[in-house]
Structure formats: structure tokens, C-alpha cells
């Protein structure tokens, strides 16, 4: 499975990380959630993540609770402490956590520094193209259409020739 730093290289051509500060309204991180179209920000402070909101947060912690977002600060629904991951863990790694954690986002954090936010549907993305990618091999192996499978996956034999493969066993 592909490691989160392939993962987010692959997102950088989409989006940036936009983020909030703990002390901003709750209403402020919905207007930028919205405008963004993301379900959740990553909240900063002082270049440290402490925490995550989303709308999960919101819906839980201010409007089931009939509170305001309008004087509640970020802090006071936000979920922390954060759990997050470096660009060294694998996407399977990752919905383990998620799934263990009871998560639907994940920083991903290196040095300190805030590179990317995954979510379960990233995640589940990727998993589904891997999936149907070693399918198709799979497929292709058993159709005997050895050359046409890459290099790394299922191995071909190196003494077979093109003349041989509609002979196999």
C-alpha cells in the first residue's frame, strides 16, 4: 500500500491545508468549512496542532447542546488531544488508527510541522484503487497475459517465451 507522503503528493495538486486558531468562533470555522468545502480544520497554535473541529464537533457540542457558535470559541468543542500520523505510515496503518480512534480526519505531522489532513474518504479511495489494480493483474495472470503485467507485482518467469505462454500448465 502506498505510504501517506505518496498519498498527499497526490492530493497537493487539489487542495492546501487551510487551518483555525483555537481562539477564533465556532461560526468563523463553519464559514471556512463551507467556503472550503472540508468537514473538518486542523486548529493552531503557536505552529502546533492541538486539535481538530469539525462538523461532527459542531453538531455534537453546540447544536445538540443548544449553545451558540457564535460566542464559542474553536477551543471549547474542538477534539484534542489530536492524534496524528507521520508521512512514513501506510494508508492500511492509517485506517487502522481511524477506525480504532473513531476518526474521520488525521493529521499528518513531521517535525512538528502540519503537511496534510487525510480523510476516511481518502483513504477508502486509495484502498479501492489498489484493490481494483491487483484485480486487474490478478486477472491478467490467470488469462495467462503475462507480459502485459508491470514489472513489480505478480513476477513473470524470465525463460518463458512469447511463443510458450498459450502452452502453460
Not at 148 to 168: Q, T
Request: net charge negative; hydrophobic share 45%.
Amino acid at each position: 500500500m502506498k505510504t501517506v507522503a505518496q498519498l498527499l503528493k497526490l492530493k497537493a495538486t487539489q487542495n492546501q491545508v487551510h487551518t483555525i486558531a483555537p481562539d477564533q468562533m465556532v461560526l468563523e470555522a463553519l464559514r471556512v468549512m463551507a467556503e472550503k468545502n472540508v468537514g473538518a480544520l486542523p486548529v493552531m497554535e503557536g505552529g502546533q496542532v492541538v486539535g481538530v473541529i469539525s462538523e461532527r464537533d459542531y453538531a455534537r457540542k453546540i447544536v445538540l447542546q443548544g449553545r451558540s457558535s457564535v460566542g464559542t470559541p474553536v477551543r471549547d468543542i474542538m477534539s484534542a488531544p489530536v492524534v496524528t500520523v507521520d508521512s512514513r505510515q501506510s494508508v492500511e496503518t492509517c485506517m487502522g488508527i481511524m477506525t480504532d480512534s473513531h476518526l474521520r480526519h488525521l493529521p499528518v505531522v513531521e517535525n512538528g510541522q502540519l503537511l496534510g489532513l487525510l480523510s476516511i474518504g481518502d483513504l477508502v479511495k486509495e484502498a479501492i484503487t489498489e484493490q481494483a489494480d491487483l484485480i486487474r493483474q490478478l486477472e491478467q495472470y490467470i488469462r495467462g497475459d503475462l507480459w502485459s503485467l508491470p514489472a513489480v507485482g505478480i513476477a513473470r518467469a524470465p525463460e518463458m517465451h512469447a511463443a510458450e505462454v498459450g502452452h502453460l500448465p
